[in-house]
């Protein structure tokens, strides 16, 4: 596999989300209901709170899919996972959901009815780091980073590194896939 730039990716998200959504996320800085980022715990987690870092958003959302998992009896709870944590009202708003990589579409319906457990957005729209293809479900993002070339037989890895200066930089790695 050649190397995945996650920054270049990361930069192309968000002048697409920048374009997109302008006035609102001015409306939202201004402390309007404008439009909100839901982060899936945990690599959508990360890049919600990098994007609203970015585009100067009060704050961000963190939405956990364990429970909604249709491997949950399989895999059960994860030990550091965080719960949910939303800090705006879902009934009625404009929601981006974050998350780091798009593949099968499972994770996607999860944070879905996760959502929808807080009440009923207005919408809701996808934004991926990276797609890798192989959908499951009818489910497509309308902002992607980029398309990635990634085995089947491998899983996509989102990390947090620190660069010579102190600052946050994204890498990607592939591991096994053990399911």
Request: charged share 25%.
């Amino acid at each position: 596999m050649s190397s995945i730039d996650a920054e270049a990716l990361y930069r192309a998200l968000l002048d697409q989300i920048r374009a997109a959504y302008g006035d609102q996320l001015a409306a939202a800085q201004n402390g309007a209901e404008g439009v909100v980022l839901a982060g899936i715990y945990s690599g959508g987690a990360w890049l919600a709170e990098r994007l609203a870092r970015d585009l100067n958003l009060p704050s961000f959302g963190v939405v956990n899919v364990a429970l909604h998992r249709d491997d949950y009896a399989k895999k059960g709870l994860h030990a550091q996972a965080s719960p949910t944590s939303l800090p705006f009202t879902v009934d009625g708003r404009r929601i981006v959901l974050v998350d780091d990589v798009l593949y099968t579409g499972r994770t996607i319906r999860a944070a879905l009815n996760e959502l929808y457990d807080y009440g009923r957005p207005a919408s809701v729209e996808l934004a991926v780091l990276a797609d890798r293809g192989g959908r499951e479900l009818p489910v497509a993002a309308r902002f992607v980073g980029g398309t990635v070339d990634v085995p089947a037989d491998a899983t996509l890895v989102l990390a947090r590194e620190a660069d010579g200066e102190g600052r946050e930089r994204l890498t990607f790695h592939t591991e096994a896939r053990t399911d």
